[in-house]
C-alpha cells in the first residue's frame, strides 16, 4: 500500500536557524512526490515536483531534495512568514490522485 | 475568478439532512478533485473527474458520498444522511489537462462541514 510519513509533526525554530522535514515514502513505482505549503484556513498551495532520486528543486529559502526512500525539505535562516504546515504527497499509480503525509507544522519566531 | 471557488464556506448542518458542496474550478483546467481534510489527519482523496472521461470514485468512503461534474466545468459533492464523523474540510483542486495529478494542483480554500 502506498504510504507517506512525515516527521517531525510539529518544529519551532527560531528565525535564521536552518532545519530540514522528513518524508518517507513507500510506492511500488514513484510517478512523483510533490511538496505543498498550507497556511490557516487556506487550501494547500503547490511548491516543488520531484520525480527520480538525486533531483533538487529550490525555491527562495526552500530546497527540496529525493532519494529512493525519503524527500527533505531544507529550509535555509526561515523568516516568520515561512511559519505554515509543510505536505509532502505521492502520486498514486493511476495518476489520478495524491497520496499525502499529514505534515509538519513548522513555526518561526523572531 | 482567478482560483478554484468554492461554496459555501462554512456549512453547519444537522446530523442525517442532506448536503451540497460546490467546486468551480479555473477555466481551461480539465482535470478536477475532492479531498477531505480531517482535524489531525492527512488529506484525504475521494474523487477525480478528466474531461469526459469516467471519474475514479475509488475514494469515496460510502455510498452517501457522490460527486458530479457538468459541462466539464462546475463540480457538486453531494453528501447523504450526514453523519458526525462527515465533519471535516472538503478541498476541490484542479490542474492542467494531460498529466492528471501528476500536474500542479491548484486548490481552493474549502468548505468547513460541520455535522450537529
Not at chain 1, 525539505?73 to 497520496?99: R, W
Not at chain 2, 498529466?99 to 480554500?109: K, R, S, T
Request: hydrophobic share 30%.
Amino acid at each position: 500500500e502506498d504510504q507517506v510519513t512525515q516527521s517531525p509533526e510539529a518544529l519551532r525554530l527560531q528565525e535564521g536557524e536552518s532545519s530540514s522535514l522528513n518524508c518517507s515514502y513507500t510506492v511500488s513505482g514513484l510517478r512523483g512526490l510533490f511538496w505543498y505549503r498550507q497556511d490557516p484556513g487556506k487550501g494547500p498551495e503547490f511548491l516543488f515536483t520531484l520525480y527520480s532520486a538525486g533531483e533538487e528543486k529550490e525555491k527562495e529559502r526552500l530546497k527540496a531534495t529525493l532519494t529512493k526512500k525519503e524527500s527533505f525539505l531544507h529550509i535555509t535562516a526561515p523568516k516568520p512568514e515561512d511559519s505554515a504546515t509543510y505536505l509532502c504527497a505521492v502520486a498514486n499509480q493511476a495518476g489520478t490522485a495524491l497520496i499525502f503525509g499529514k505534515g509538519t507544522t513548522l513555526s518561526v519566531s523572531s | 475568478g482567478a482560483g478554484v471557488s468554492q461554496s459555501p464556506s462554512n456549512k453547519v448542518t444537522e446530523k442525517g439532512k442532506d448536503v451540497e458542496l460546490r467546486c468551480d474550478p479555473i477555466s481551461g483546467h480539465t482535470a478536477l478533485y475532492w479531498y477531505r481534510q480531517s482535524l489531525g489527519q492527512g488529506l484525504e482523496f475521494l474523487i477525480y473527474f478528466q474531461g469526459n472521461s469516467a471519474p475514479d470514485k475509488s475514494g469515496l468512503p460510502s455510498d452517501r458520498f457522490s460527486a458530479e461534474r457538468t459541462g466539464g466545468s462546475v463540480s457538486t459533492l453531494t453528501i447523504q444522511r450526514t453523519q458526525q464523523e462527515d465533519s471535516a474540510v472538503y478541498l476541490c483542486a484542479s490542474s492542467f489537462s494531460g498529466q492528471g495529478a501528476l500536474g500542479e494542483a491548484f486548490f481552493g480554500q474549502g468548505t468547513r462541514l460541520t455535522v450537529v
